[in-house]
């Protein structure tokens, strides 16, 4: 239900502090003007915070479109109105979008208040059914929802004249121009992605528990999916989705991070590495010393200044207690201009447990759960492998 010219100046007249009401004027402002568009050589009225909205005579969409690909669930209805709302509120004013979103049972109410609350003026959106194509059987892969593999069969999704697209989890926001990671180069890599700041290698605790029988480097870096520009020509040439079924029948039952460790099986030596900026992480801003070592004060103080992409990763969200970084801050500003708007996580103990584990008491703890989650998952891999050899 795209939004046409006249709903969408209404929307942005709104969102800068004007009223929408019909008669009389207040404070200033006619309320009718809301409804009444400028005459064409005035600009539409520009929200507070990040929104970049051109003028109502600019010429949109000179460029080809950003080609986006997400995924969507009931649970992820928060996470993801922002993520979109982030993409099109800083979008260049030169260039358009066309997403697809891979949905899991999401209801038709549900698709109405997201397509209401993003401003589609240069953006069209399509939902498409999850659907592996019968290549993974997603039972083996930890039991994850067949959602959770939508990656490795993202050239399944797009069309035949789709040769890139840009993979984005749902639990990111974006404050920059997408467009510039768009037009990345990509030489001769079948993916750009950014290195995990907490498990930077192959062989980390946390990282590919069957590394060595899978014939991998153990010291070759390990990147997070969250924010992947993809070579999709290049992943149909090599078969990239065929070798990620291949290793998931091999070693599904090993797999923790789904998709992202099946990506970094299969494609270890053939990604390249972007400036860590593109997938910032709130928490490592906060706690700089759980971060891995390749990450020098330096760079974090280079994407404390200038992150172009956040990513909520890991336990602490938004959206399940008040957290206090300034990241936290900007996604409720951007819920707040959507169908969600004043909506704020309750009260609860979850949320007052996570506070207290969001503070210098994580710094010690970190570790101590990377340790005992390797340990609970080396016996859990001996006890698979007696049990199979039985």
Partial sequence: MPLGGEET?????????????????????????????????????????????ASSTAKYATAD?????????????????????????????DQSLSIRIVEDGLSNRSKERLMHSWDLERTTVEWLPVDL??????????????????RLSAPSYVPEDWDRLIFLDPDVLVVTDIGLLWRQPLGDHHALATRDPF???LSHPDGLVEWKDAGLPPRAPYLNAA?????????????????????????????????????????????????????????????????????DAAVIEKMSRDPRIYHFGGRLKPWDYRAQHRSDALFYEYLDR?????????????????????????????????RAGATARALARSFRRRHSSR
Avoid at 30 to 45: F, I, V
Avoid at 65 to 92: H, K, Q
Avoid at 346 to 366: C, E, I, Q, T
Wanted: glycine fraction near 10%.
């Fill in 227 to 295: 924010v992947m520009l993809i070579d999709v020509a290049k992943w149909r040439r090599d078969e990239v989705p065929r070798a990620a079924a291949d290793f998931v029948d091999r070693f599904g039952d090993s797999i923790r991070f789904g998709d992202q460790d099946v990506l970094n099986a299969v494609l270890h030596d053939r990604w390249g590495e972007l400036d860590p900026r593109w997938q910032v992480h709130p928490r490592l801003l906060q706690r700089p010393r759980l971060a891995a070592r390749y990450l």
């Fill in 133 to 150: 194509g019968g290549r993974i059987d997603p039972i083996t892969v930890s039991g994850l929802p067949p959602i959770y593999l939508t």
């Fill in 338 to 370: 959507t169908d969600w708007r004043g909506w704020r996580p309750p009260a609860s103990l979850k949320g007052g447990l996570f506070r207290l584990y969001d503070s210098p008491l994580r710094d010690w703890l970190h570790p101590l759960e990377v």
């Fill in 65 to 93: 479109p950003v080609r986006v690909m997400m995924i969507g669930r009931e649970n992820y209805l928060l996470r993801l109105v922002v993520a979109v709302r982030s993409l099109t509120d800083n979008l260049g004013t």
């Fill in 9 to 53: 100046y209404r929307k942005a007249c709104m969102a800068a502090g004007w009223r929408g009401g019909r008669g009389g004027g207040e404070g200033g402002r006619a309320r009718g003007d809301c409804y009444n568009r400028p005459p064409e050589d005035k600009e539409l009225p520009i929200p507070d915070g990040n929104s970049r909205r």
């Fill in 199 to 201: 498990v930077p290698i």
